[in-house]
């Protein structure tokens, strides 16, 4: 009987826990924390706070997507973020901002977002956005050509990328519900990696000779 009252309150603690299991960025306890950058306390989630009297009312309002980017990239794609390290006032608030622009022919390369689902709106041109499943749902591609004033949504996790089809350039802004929603760019991570992935693993991964694995890693050396 005792193990069996055991058992409900251990159920019953998980399920009073299950919230904050399942959230991104904690919830804040103040107005605000603008983050401290250099600050040399040791965090956990997000950054120290800044004291009160140097935030001013700048914290609130910033510029920085209003410029686009430069797309002279070998991807010809630019992302300006805007995360709690370009934006420090978005500390402990759990939201962070992208603007991504493309040349005609540009792609923002598959990649994942192991913190936070994405929302994002097309603001000018034509878009190519696809979405991977899981193998849960089949390895499944969601794909459309969004235009502009069109949104779409990126589950958490989920492999997606964006292509430029149309003849103009085309950008487009996307928000995320965590203030450092990572990123894992996946041609990156497996051909330009720190130390190098053996070559040996890429080539029974991927079923193809360790001359196409060596070619695809000094395309990737130097980074993107």
Same mark, same amino acid.
């Given at each position: 009987?005792?193990?069996? =009252?055991?058992?409900?309150? @251990?159920?019953?603690?998980?399920?009073?826990?299950?919230?904050?299991?399942?959230?991104?960025?904690?919830?804040?306890?103040?107005?605000?924390?603008?983050?401290?950058?250099?600050?040399?306390? /040791?965090?956990?989630?997000?950054?120290?706070?800044? &004291?009160?009297?140097?935030?001013?009312?700048?914290?609130?309002?910033?510029?920085?997507?209003?410029?686009?980017?430069?797309?002279?990239?070998?991807?010809?794609?630019?992302?300006?973020?805007?995360?709690? %390290?370009?934006? &420090?006032?978005?500390?402990?608030?759990?939201?962070?901002?992208?603007?991504?622009?493309?040349?005609?022919?540009?792609?923002?390369?598959?990649?994942?977002?192991?913190?936070?689902?994405?929302?994002?709106?097309?603001?000018?041109?034509?878009?190519?956005?696809?979405?991977?499943?899981?193998?849960?749902? @089949?390895? =499944?591609?969601?794909?459309?050509?969004?235009?502009?004033?069109?949104?779409?949504?990126?589950?958490?996790?989920?492999?997606?990328?964006?292509?430029?089809?149309? =003849?103009?350039?085309?950008?487009?802004? /996307?928000?995320?519900?965590?203030?450092?929603?990572?990123?894992?760019?996946?041609?990156?991570?497996?051909?330009?990696?720190? &130390? &190098?992935?053996?070559?040996?693993?890429?080539? =029974?991964?991927?079923?193809?000779? %360790?001359?196409?694995?060596?070619?695809?890693?000094?395309?990737?050396?130097?980074?993107?």
């Amino acid at each position: 009987m005792g193990c069996s =009252k055991t058992l409900v309150a @251990g159920l019953f603690a998980m399920l009073l826990l299950a919230p904050a299991v399942l959230a991104t960025d904690p919830d804040p306890l103040q107005d605000f924390c603008v983050a401290d950058l250099d600050g040399k306390a /040791v965090s956990v989630n997000g950054h120290t706070c800044k &004291p009160m009297s140097e935030a001013g009312d700048d914290f609130l309002f910033l510029s920085k997507l209003a410029k686009a980017g430069n797309t002279s990239t070998p991807n010809g794609s630019a992302v300006t973020e805007l995360d709690v %390290a370009e934006w &420090p006032a978005t500390n402990t608030l759990g939201v962070s901002m992208n603007r991504v622009d493309f040349a005609p022919g540009g792609t923002n390369p598959p990649h994942v977002h192991p913190r936070a689902t994405e929302i994002g709106i097309v603001m000018k041109g034509e878009l190519l956005v696809g979405i991977l499943g899981s193998l849960d749902s @089949g390895n =499944k591609l969601y794909s459309r050509v969004v235009r502009a004033g069109v949104t779409f949504l990126i589950p958490r996790g989920l492999m997606h990328f964006q292509f430029n089809v149309g =003849k103009t350039e085309a950008s487009m802004v /996307v928000s995320f519900n965590s203030q450092y929603p990572g990123i894992v760019f996946v041609p990156l991570t497996l051909f330009g990696s720190n &130390p &190098p992935i053996p070559t040996p693993v890429l080539t =029974k991964a991927l079923r193809v000779e %360790a001359g196409v694995v060596k070619l695809l890693k000094s395309k990737f050396a130097a980074g993107f």
